[in-house]
């Protein structure tokens, strides 16, 4: 019998605090300045594909971390030093995942390297799902691509919201709808190469936090791709678009369609994210306990502050716990029987609200104050339990897992 294990290996060790030391050295440092500024951090994601951190094969070697962990460990350290620009350094991998999930060995090997650039000539990609009518409602997407059989192209209308990168990626991935009398079962995913007349930047948005990750609509205006940049191909979606047909009128199985196939492997990888922000805001609360005093000692020495620090840190242990085991069984082919990939975005999305909150009261006044990371910290924590998914959309896919019924 195999020996069971929850400690890291020395390979995995050793690439942990290589990460840890740029997210100390490089990204903590440049972290107040990039929220301010609110700009794509360039310089830094440059740094990070000059030590090959920032590259297709540095996250394929993780992707493919025989214990499901090298990804989850690579995100928490990032998101420890800083959520914005690491998600700047690791939003990529998102579109990354979409091909990666949806198409053929010969889209992933022309384009996921397209995606990253290289050190020289760095390059982001955008994955393209949520729209401003349809966010967690998928089926009530409009984007539409229509086959062009005369030419062999698919002609791609509509506009998508909050995509990371969007309009400033050499690559964007783009969610569609084929047939929309399938709903959410009647969709296909794209690949937009450089340079695509039709596409173009709308609003860049100003948000409340991970500020240096460039977030925006794009515009999709007659935007004509090739055939052979459907994901998959037509034959496979020719196919699953008549099981679904088939299985819509019988009244049939679910038929996954290609923003869930996405979504649902990249959720314990955001629990990581989540899971590296709580960290860091534990943390700076209680380095500071240990030395701020009030009233004569440190004022870790009062129950009401020491109690939540343990109650934080047990919290983060959990949340991280809850990521590893989804990770390990997405790794290893077992199935979300009780939806475990949720459990984890969930569980760690809210634990990096609530400790990011406790640390700005243990810190006090100066938690609330932009002198100390707390504050930077709990602004970015907000958006864990919305992207990707909301904690709602979540307990949602839990419960209907748990119970087999169409719970509303």
């Not at 840190?313 to 949340?319: H, K, S, V």
Request: with cysteine; aromatic share 8%; charged share 25%.
């Amino acid at each position: 019998m195999a020996e069971f294990t929850m400690e890291l290996n020395d390979e995995q060790k050793e690439v942990r605090d290589w990460i840890h030391g740029f997210a100390a050295d490089v990204v903590r440092p440049a972290a107040a300045e990039w929220d301010e500024r609110e700009e794509t951090p360039w310089p830094v994601i440059q740094e990070a594909a000059k030590i090959g951190l920032y590259s297709l094969d540095f996250y394929a070697q993780q992707f493919f971390d025989p214990t499901g962990l090298g990804i989850p460990m690579t995100m928490e350290e990032l998101f420890w030093g800083d959520a914005g620009i690491a998600l700047s350094i690791v939003g990529t991998g998102l579109a990354a995942v979409g091909v990666l999930a949806n198409g053929t060995e010969e889209q992933i090997g022309t384009w996921v390297p397209q995606m990253y650039g290289d050190a020289d000539d760095v390059k982001v990609a955008a994955f393209c799902s949520s729209e401003p009518d349809a966010g967690s409602d998928v089926a009530s997407m409009r984007t539409r691509a229509v086959y062009d059989e005369a030419k062999d192209e698919w002609v791609l209308n509509g506009t998508k919201t909050w995509a990371t990168n969007g309009g400033i990626a050499n690559v964007h991935v783009v969610v569609a709808v084929v047939d929309p009398e399938l709903g959410s079962k009647g969709h296909a995913s794209f690949i937009v190469p450089p340079n695509t007349p039709g596409l173009s930047q709308g609003q860049k948005f100003k948000k409340h936090g991970i500020r240096a990750s460039h977030t925006a609509e794009v515009v999709l205006e007659d935007v004509r791709v090739p055939g052979h940049c459907l994901l998959g191909g037509k034959d496979k979606l020719d196919e699953r678009l008549a099981r679904a047909r088939e299985k819509a009128k019988a009244g049939g199985e679910r038929v996954k369609n290609a923003a869930m196939a996405t979504f649902e492997a990249s959720r314990p990888a955001v629990g990581a994210m989540a899971v590296g922000t709580a960290r860091a805001a534990y943390e700076e609360a209680l380095e500071y306990a240990t030395t701020r005093e009030q009233f004569g000692r440190p004022i870790i020495d009062n129950q009401g502050v020491a109690f939540q620090l343990a109650d934080m840190r047990t919290q983060i242990d959990a949340a991280r716990l809850l990521v590893w085991r989804a990770s390990w069984m997405a790794t290893t082919g077992k199935p979300f029987t009780s939806a475990e990939g949720s459990m984890s975005k969930l569980f760690a999305s809210e634990t990096a609200k609530k400790v990011t909150a406790q640390a700005i009261q243990i810190l006090g006044g100066n938690g609330f104050t932009r002198e100390y990371p707390v504050e930077r910290m709990h602004r970015d924590a907000a958006i864990y339990t919305i992207f990707e998914g909301t904690s709602e959309i979540q307990r949602l896919v839990i419960a209907r897992t748990l119970s087999g019924m169409p719970i509303r």
